[in-house]
């Protein structure tokens, strides 16, 4: 399971970039919690972007054969939360981030370098 949760978040970590998701983070929380092996945070600048962002995600996700689980908070665009199981994926505007500051939450996960994937 490891092996796919990161082709997982390769897939999603390509997607956001290729949109321009802003400060892309990855936190491996498997050693701290049950819910999920990898977090992907990233922020857009407007609704629009990070509904665009999540767009994107579902595509490409979708097209290497990840269906997800959950999609929360869409119709907002202020934080969007897919959840494929093994990994959930943040997109927050930039000033839902700071307030909800999940990298603080999540410290205790390590935060890992997708070029180390």
């Known amino acids: 399971m490891e092996k796919n949760s990161k082709e997982m978040v ?10 321009k998701g802003e400060d ?16 992907i945070i990233t922020s857009g600048s407007n609704v629009n972007q990070v509904q665009a962002l999540v767009d994107h995600v579902e595509d490409e996700m979708e097209k290497a054969g990840y269906q997800t689980r ?15 199981n093994d990994i959930i994926i ?5 000033e839902q981030r700071l307030f909800y500051d999940l990298e603080r939450i999540w410290k205790d996960g390590k935060d890992i370098d997708y070029h180390n994937l």
């Open 24 to 39: 892309i983070r990855i936190i491996d929380i498997q050693d701290v919690s049950v819910i999920a092996d990898y977090f």
């Open 90 to 94: 943040h997109v927050f505007n930039e």
């Open 10 to 19: 390769k897939v999603a970590y390509q997607a956001l970039e290729n949109k």
């Open 70 to 84: 959950a999609v929360e908070g869409y119709s907002s665009g202020n934080w969007i939360l897919l959840d494929y």
